[in-house]
């Protein structure tokens, strides 16, 4: 069901609202509407994506969980490629993302779904092993964390 509406039903309402508007602002303003709001959404992914990265690992790096912080990332991520998908409908979600009372929204979304791997519930294990590389032999030590919350 989703599949038919991404792929069929989605491009056919954009398509139409484009149009819409188009009769109603003229061709040349429509098309310097949805330039514009590609821009920003190449620029938005470029921000978002290099932030997404560096958070994740300087989380790592100081053995923390990453949870919101990443989340919101994420949302700020989707964002920006919504703003490159052209259309209006998919502009005015990703204005949704990007504004903070409705990113929060999207964010503790997110962060309860299992499926996108339950960033809100991650067990961290970490484990330092003595030996070589063709077979591990010895461990030294393993460290399990429980579930944290958000």
């Not at 991404?6 to 429509?30: D, K």
């Not at 330039?35 to 959404?41: H, T």
């Not at 779904?113 to 077979?135: D, E, P, Q, W």
Request: charged share 15%.
């Amino acid at each position: 069901m989703w599949f038919l509406f991404f792929f069929v039903i989605a491009p056919i309402i954009e398509l139409a609202v484009i149009i819409e508007v188009g009769i109603h602002i003229g061709a040349v303003n429509t098309a310097g509407l949805l330039i514009l709001a590609a821009l920003i959404g190449f620029w938005l992914i470029r921000r978002a994506g290099t932030k997404v990265f560096r958070r994740f690992a300087q989380s790592v790096q100081s053995k923390q969980v990453p949870t919101r912080q990443i989340a919101n990332d994420v949302c700020m991520l989707a964002a920006g490629i919504l703003f490159v998908l052209p259309g209006f409908i998919t502009d005015v979600i990703a204005l949704l993302l990007v504004f903070p009372p409705t990113r929060a929204l999207a964010r503790n979304w997110l962060m309860r779904r299992r499926s996108l791997g339950g960033l809100a519930k991650v067990k961290v294990i970490r484990a330092n092993y003595g030996g070589t590389m063709s077979g591990v032999t010895d461990a030294n030590s393993t460290e399990v964390r429980g579930e944290l919350d958000p």
